[in-house]
């Protein structure tokens, strides 16, 4: 199918008129599971598996169709409340994911999610959920969607000190959406990222380096609004350990992963909302930066475990590593 789609084995991208086919193909043909995602509603998904019920609201457009009450429902079930953009005139958005050994790739047709408004965010009811928000977490997907809504945001995080993350997504992003980046860049209080996508933003901005380490620090120094909150890069890279780097501190920190046997590993699709779902939540929880990490770290190795970007049910409760106890062990 990889071939037939012009796909890559492991890889992200927006489909295109010639991937439009994929969609019933998988169903219809080769036995697809159906199963909620969205990069940033996997994340919002994951943050609220690990905080009290009602803590997350995930804001986002749908389309008026049976896709969009299954997300709903999903949503329901997982405690997380949604409060959508309706589409009449285009459907939920979709994403196809080949699986090939441990590596996936993911075809995603925005769809209705690219016809997200900043009116709604600013609308009287949900701009009051805004405000009463603490913490703000935004997918890099939706830099190709509204970059008002995200600024918005960013805004509001800064001018009344509070927290904003943003998610990398995917490798074309920081390449080809590198102005919309750049815009939001100085409201970041934590960027989070794999090495593929660490490696494309150097690209985009025109840096030599393709060391993980060296386009943390980069990113790291980048002008900030907020100067009350030092910047925190937080790259993952798969199975090797995760690197941070802080603003201001030449120290470049090394987390190791919680490691599992390959035959337990179903699907690595949604491992890095995952991650960024068990982050966000130690963030919200004022848990410190080695925790966080560690929680990260925690619920993507929960979320490989099940087909798809999926959380087990019964809830597990985490319970922090012996490194995070012992914090001078998780540094290299």
């Known amino acids: 199918m990889l071939e037939k789609y012009g796909l890559k084995a492991n890889d992200a991208i927006l489909a295109e008129e010639k991937h439009m086919g994929l969609y019933e193909d998988l169903l219809q043909n080769r036995n697809a599971n159906l199963i909620a995602g ?5 994340t919002a998904r994951g943050v609220q598996y690990i905080l009290p019920p009602s803590s997350v609201v995930y804001i986002g457009c749908v389309g008026q169709d049976k896709y969009a009450e299954i997300l709903e429902e999903r949503n329901t079930a997982a405690g997380l409340r949604a409060e959508y953009l309706k589409s009449s005139t285009h459907p939920t958005g979709r994403c196809g994911v080949i699986i090939t050994g441990q590596d996936r790739s993911m075809c995603t047709d925005l769809a209705a999610a690219n016809e997200y408004k900043i009116d709604h965010l600013k609308s009287p009811e949900i701009w009051k959920l805004v405000q009463q ?12 969607v509204c970059v008002p809504a995200i600024l918005a945001l960013a805004e509001e995080a800064a001018a009344n000190d509070k927290t904003f993350v943003l998610s990398l997504s995917a490798p074309f992003i920081p390449l080809f959406f590198k102005d919309q980046l750049a815009q939001t860049s100085k409201y970041w209080d934590y960027v989070i990222g794999n090495e593929t996508e660490a490696r494309s933003w150097a690209e985009g901005q025109g840096h030599e380096t393709r060391d993980v380490k060296e386009i943390a620090k980069l990113m790291a120094e980048l002008p900030k609004e907020n100067t009350k909150r030092k910047r925190t890069v937080v790259i993952t890279q798969g199975t090797e350990g995760t690197v941070v780097v802080q603003q201001g501190q030449s120290e470049v920190r090394e987390f190791g992963i919680k490691e599992i046997g390959k035959s337990e590993i179903c699907d690595t699709n949604g491992a890095g909302d995952a991650f960024a779902g068990g982050f966000v939540a130690g963030i919200v929880e004022g848990k410190s930066l080695e925790e966080s990490i560690d ?6 190795s929960l979320s490989i475990r099940e087909l798809g970007p999926q959380y087990p049910f019964p809830k597990q ?10 914090p001078g062990a998780t540094f290299s």
Do not use: D, E, I, R
């Not at 969205?38 to 996997?42: H, T």
């Not at 928000?133 to 190709?144: E, K, P, R, S």
């Not at 409760?317 to 012992?326: A, D, G, L, N």
């Open 38 to 42: 969205g990069a940033a509603q996997n």
């Open 133 to 144: 928000a603490q913490v703000y977490f935004v997918g890099g997907y939706h830099l190709t």
């Open 295 to 300: 929680m990260g770290h925690w619920l993507a």
């Open 317 to 326: 409760t985490y319970q922090p590593t012996s490194k995070v106890q012992h």
